[in-house]
């Protein structure tokens, strides 16, 4: 079974400039989350989706960023314009249930995105 | 509010144990967990317990959780060079849903010869 991919998995842009993220989670899974970690910080939730729709985006910082899950397979995580504070390391988890215990449905993470904005 | 707490940095010597520390506020959650990420590698889930548990052993791993004083505990025993990694505790609650996570900053483990 493949794992949550991400990809790229590093990126540098300039300050206003916009990236895009992308993140393909396990076949099946309909929960997919995105979470931040910010210069050594602690982990942030963004937002979750079950299949296309947004569930809970209450992490999300503000709006610059814009994810979309069309189809509810993979999804895009796009920042624009870039800021300086939006470096960090963007992880996109999945799951097959939303409400389950860790033991019967437990997030699925990918090896993460490294955003630098210099 | 929530949050979680842990020290930033330990080092051990191969073969001791380790004690990864984690406090947090909200008393409200259902499971607490500990997390291992490895070097360019995404979050690897290495135990959880249920918030009604005192302690979960699982091989090298025992996790000890103190509800009154909000405290977890990771212990890993006979600490190997493999064991060196960033290790998160985390949270969660079942009005967010199980999976919307509470982390800390993670623990960055150290082993020396």
């Known amino acids: 079974e493949a794992g949550v991919t991400q990809f790229p998995s590093h990126s540098v842009i300039e300050k206003g400039q916009t990236v895009t993220l992308r993140c393909d989670p396990i076949s099946g899974h309909d929960n997919l989350y995105w979470y931040r970690r910010v210069m050594g910080k602690e982990i942030k939730f963004l937002l979750h989706?079950?299949?296309?729709?947004?569930?809970?985006e209450s992490g999300m910082p503000n709006n610059r960023f814009l994810a979309e899950r069309t189809g509810g397979t993979y999804s895009t995580l796009k920042v624009q314009p870039a800021e300086l504070e939006d470096s960090g390391v963007y992880f996109c988890a999945s799951s097959q249930g939303a409400t389950g215990a860790p033991y019967n449905s437990p997030l699925h993470f990918g090896n993460g995105t490294r955003l630098t904005v210099t | 509010g929530e949050d979680v707490e842990q020290s930033l940095f330990l080092s051990v010597r191969e073969g001791d144990s380790s004690v990864i520390n984690c406090t947090y506020t909200?008393?409200?959650?259902?499971?607490l967990y500990w997390y291992k990420q490895e070097p360019g590698a995404g979050l690897q889930l290495l135990t959880y317990i249920f918030s009604n548990m005192d302690m979960k052993q699982d091989q090298r791993l025992t996790v000890l959780l103190n509800k009154k004083d909000k405290h977890l505990s990771l212990r890993i025993a006979d600490t190997q060079t493999g064991d060196s990694a960033i290790y998160f505790c985390?949270?969660?609650?079942?009005?967010?849903?199980?999976?919307?996570?509470?982390f800390g900053a993670g623990t960055r483990l150290a082993v020396h010869p």
């Open positions: 989706f079950v299949k296309e729709s947004k569930q809970d």
């Open positions: 985390a949270e969660s609650f079942p009005s967010g849903g199980y999976n919307k996570l509470i």
């Open positions: 909200d008393s409200s959650s259902t499971y």
